[in-house]
């Protein structure tokens, strides 16, 4: 199916689309490149390091697959932020004059919207892993770690244990708070501190308030025609109930310049934040006792 369909009404209440382009050229790369970009880039440029970092955490009796599994979760965690920046772009081209209107519009801006903060969510998940993965290179901070988890059986480095991927959330950042506490070196507080002050930004919570919605209960429909989500019985003070009947739908769709703004203010609260912790990371991998990466001169 690749046209509306509609109701007597007039109303769209289905919609397949054939595409998610809006046709408009997104023109040539910004320069310099967006922060995000660069930031994108430099996550992903850390997996060169993969092999020999995991020579040097060999050296320091770390166990087998420590450090690689480290290293590639750190590039890969880059590869999600760069698509999520990639989907925004995407996205804010139907916002572009020449681009397609009417549902087609609402529809598939809103689809872009979500799926920049899917992969933005993905990313900071990515982030939780990472952070943990790292005090888990100190014995007294995976102490802390291993005896809040014991389901996770000791974090085994390319387990399978689902337990072993942890999400980004308020809990699991507040772990990593304590797990760094015996550590007590700066750039290991404050790489924690970036994850546990991410959590709590509106704009963060915004993003992942609006996938547990669409996930988890009910994605309300793109289309002026779709099912209302609240209840069309009123109840009355005398314990009467009224199912009132309307001739059009009475759903009103999600603001599409809403959504998008959304997913932009939590992509960039991420992006910010994972920058802020790439600058902090080699220092508190020297604190923690595996100095993989040299203090520049």
């Known amino acids: 199916m690749t046209e509306p369909v509609e ?9 397949v689309l054939r595409t998610l382009s809006s046709g408009v050229n997104p023109g040539p790369w910004p320069q310099p490149y967006p922060t995000t ?7 992903q440029k850390t997996g060169v390091h ?3 970092s995991e020579m040097h955490g060999a ?4 166990p087998k697959g420590r450090l690689s599994e480290l290293i590639g979760r750190v590039a890969a965690t880059g590869e999600q932020l760069g698509l999520a920046w990639t989907c925004e772009q995407d996205m804010r081209l139907w916002l572009d004059p020449s ?3 009417g549902d087609r519009r609402s529809t598939s801006a809103r689809a872009l919207a979500e799926i920049t903060g899917y992969y933005a969510i993905s990313a900071g998940h990515g982030l939780a892993n990472v952070t943990l993965r790292t005090l888990l290179v100190h014995p007294d901070a995976a102490a802390i770690i ?6 996770a059986q000791g974090f085994a480095p390319f387990s399978s244990v689902p337990a072993v991927w942890v999400p980004l959330n308020e809990k699991v950042a507040k772990l990593l708070k304590a797990a760094a506490l015996p550590v007590g070196q700066p750039s290991v507080d404050r790489m924690v501190d970036y994850v546990l002050t991410l959590t709590g930004h509106p704009h963060w919570q915004a993003l992942t308030s609006r996938r547990h919605v669409d996930f988890h209960r009910w994605r309300p429909q793109s289309v002026v025609g779709g099912v209302a989500t609240h209840n069309p019985w009123e109840e009355g ?8 009947m309307y001739g059009s739908s009475q759903h009103q769709p999600p603001e599409t310049q809403e959504l998008i703004d959304e997913a932009s203010a939590g992509l960039a609260v991420l992006a910010e934040t994972m920058a802020d912790w790439m600058a902090a990371w080699p220092a508190a991998l020297r604190e923690l006792g595996v100095p993989v990466f ?3 001169a």
Do not use: F, R, Y
């Open 37 to 43: 970009v660069e930031t994108a880039i430099e996550w």
């Open 50 to 52: 993969a092999t020999w």
């Open 59 to 62: 050296t320091h009796g770390l």
């Open 146 to 151: 291993n005896k809040d988890n014991k389901s």
């Open 7 to 15: 109701d007597e009404a007039q109303e769209t209440t289905a919609l």
């Open 237 to 244: 003070a005398d314990g009467s109930s009224t199912l009132t």
């Open 99 to 101: 681009a397609p209107t």
């Open 294 to 296: 040299k203090e520049e």
